[in-house]
């Protein structure tokens, strides 16, 4: 079966494994510090800090902003479900807003149907990668939320997505753009939420390990002590995580280079299928990441089965939150209920071959309706 999604590791990640196991530091460490240094400098992000999920990275990104309790925050309903999650546990209530039908994202004009008196934040979720129209959103002036969990390599006007708003996201989960198997990160152009984020992640502690308390035993004595200060819980990245991170930055062109041609592929050889609404390139002031291709057709549910059957595996990504009997939405989102419907994820990978890419093409093409 051909996947949908994936990620590609190689000997760099290995051997990068290895010498940490080798060096018995397998949790939160030097090799953590190094894949920040590394990851800022890469998408030029002034504060960043990695975490252990792109999920718990989401629910630090709310915490961070103090809103008051009960706060509304506005979030794309077409998106995963730790976006809704983390505003909820963060003792929040999510609003759901709509998308557009070609880029899949939100913008200003939907966003401003769902603000009252108590919008507090805005989340918007640059899906597969393609960058959302940041700067009407931030110019209305509420605190903004970036889901860059597959943007790792987008850019909106120059500025690395996830750096633009106030606290921005990412996900290096075992499908993303740059994996570490699991494992996310936090990005702020304020200095002092980075630091605090860095207290968060460790139990409101901040410094961690063996190296921290012999630091502070040339100032003091009973150097194992410290000072607790505030409640969350645990969010540590491991070295381990970052070591396969570390091996992914170097290795970042070559993939994102293997899913732009998959993606430009799809873009020509599907241009004439009349019954397919193909997913938007990048305007020329964008750079998008590529983290998915979605179609939308008619008969989707047909299409899946039968791609299914010929050794396909797609999917649809994501069913609407406001659907979702959990969150007690009452609101009725056209778009997204479209996109419920006719929107389907057919494979983009850096492991699919060009003859995968031929199957899938040439599978869809002979696809009666
Ligand atoms: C849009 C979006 N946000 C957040 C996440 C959560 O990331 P993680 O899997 O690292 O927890 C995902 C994961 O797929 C995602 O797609």
Not at 337 to 350: T, V
């Amino acid at each position: 079966m051909i996947s949908v999604f994936g990620s590609k590791v190689g000997k760099e990640e290995i051997a990068n494994v290895s010498a940490v196991l080798e060096s018995q530091w397998m949790g939160f460490g030097k090799k953590v510090n190094e894949f920040e240094e590394k990851f800022s400098k890469r998408l030029g992000l002034e504060n960043f800090a990695m975490v252990d999920s792109g999920s718990n990275a989401l629910f630090m990104a709310v915490s961070l902003l103090n809103l008051p309790p009960r706060s509304e925050i506005i979030l794309p309903a077409f998106t995963w479900v730790s976006c809704a999650q983390a505003i909820l546990l963060a003792g929040h209530k999510p609003v759901f807003c709509d998308v557009e039908l070609d880029t899949l994202n939100v913008n200003r004009k939907l966003i401003e149907k769902c603000i009252t008196k108590k919008t507090k934040a805005i989340m918007v979720v640059h899906f597969a990668g393609k960058p959302v129209d940041m700067d009407p959103i931030l110019e209305l002036g509420l605190p903004v939320i970036e889901d860059a969990a597959h943007a790792v390599d987008s850019r909106y006007r120059g500025k690395p997505c996830g750096g633009i708003g106030d606290v921005g996201i990412y996900s290096f989960d075992a499908v993303k753009n740059l994996t570490t198997g699991e494992g996310g990160g936090i990005a702020t152009r304020k200095t002092e939420l980075i630091e605090r984020a860095k207290i968060m992640r460790y139990c409101g502690i901040g410094k961690s390990g063996f190296e921290a308390a012999a630091a502070s035993a040339g100032e003091k004595n009973r150097w194992w002590e410290y000072n607790i200060k505030e409640p969350f819980i645990k969010m540590l990245p491991t070295n381990i995580a970052a070591a396969i991170g570390l091996a992914q930055l170097e290795k970042i062109d070559d993939l994102q280079a293997w899913r732009k041609k998959i993606w430009d592929i799809y873009q020509s050889e599907l241009k004439d299928v009349s019954w397919i609404i193909r997913p938007p390139d990048a305007a020329d002031y964008e750079k998008h990441s590529y983290f998915t291709y979605v179609i939308r057709v008619p008969n989707r549910d047909k299409l899946a089965r039968y791609l299914f059957d010929a050794g396909i595996y797609t999917t649809l990504r994501y069913h609407p939150l406001h659907l979702n009997a959990l969150y007690k939405s009452k609101a009725k989102l056209k778009n997204s209920e479209i996109l419920n419907e006719d929107s389907l994820s057919i494979p983009l990978h850096p492991n699919l071959t060009l003859d995968q890419v031929s199957l899938i093409v040439e599978s869809i093409k002979k696809f009666k309706s």
